[in-house]
Nanobody, 123 residues
Framework: QVQLVESGGGLVQAGGSLRLSCAAAGRTSSSYAMGWFRQAPGKEREFVATISWSGGSTYYADSVKGRFTISRDNAKNTVYLRMNNLKPEDTAVYYC????????????????WGQGTQVTVSS
């Protein structure tokens, strides 16, 4: 159980960059792996990236590999998603999520979710 607050979404041109942030409210004494998911209209929520509590392990969906970077600053209770070379197909609502334990890619493995932030990439 952790409350997540997202920010950083917006409108950007293709080829541009954007950084999303997700902050956990209050203190957390447990270790949480974090993830980013996205959902386009009419589609299911899909995995984007995940990172371990220490930040030492990351994993990315093939569609964003080499363009997106997930990172975290535990002192600030914040996880980031740096998105470079954005494409129109990246347009979606982006959600951050937390899971107790190791990194994961399945939606059902994450117990806490942010409210989502809209990312729109124009061509």
């Amino acid at each position: 159980q952790v409350q997540l607050v997202e920010s950083g979404g917006g409108l950007v041109q293709a080829g541009g960059s954007l950084r999303l942030s997700c902050a956990a409210a209050g203190r957390t004494s447990s270790s949480y792996a974090m993830g980013w998911f996205r959902q386009a209209p009419g589609k299911e929520r899909e995995f984007v990236a995940t990172i371990s509590w220490s930040g030492g392990s990351t994993y990315y969906a093939d569609s964003v590999k080499g363009r997106f970077t997930i990172s975290r600053d535990n002192a600030k209770n914040t996880v980031y998603l740096r998105m470079n070379n954005l494409k129109p197909e990246d347009t979606a609502v982006y959600y951050c999520a937390a899971t107790r334990g190791r990194i994961a890619t399945r939606r059902d493995d994450f117990g806490s979710w942010g409210q989502g932030t809209q990312v729109t990439v124009s061509s």
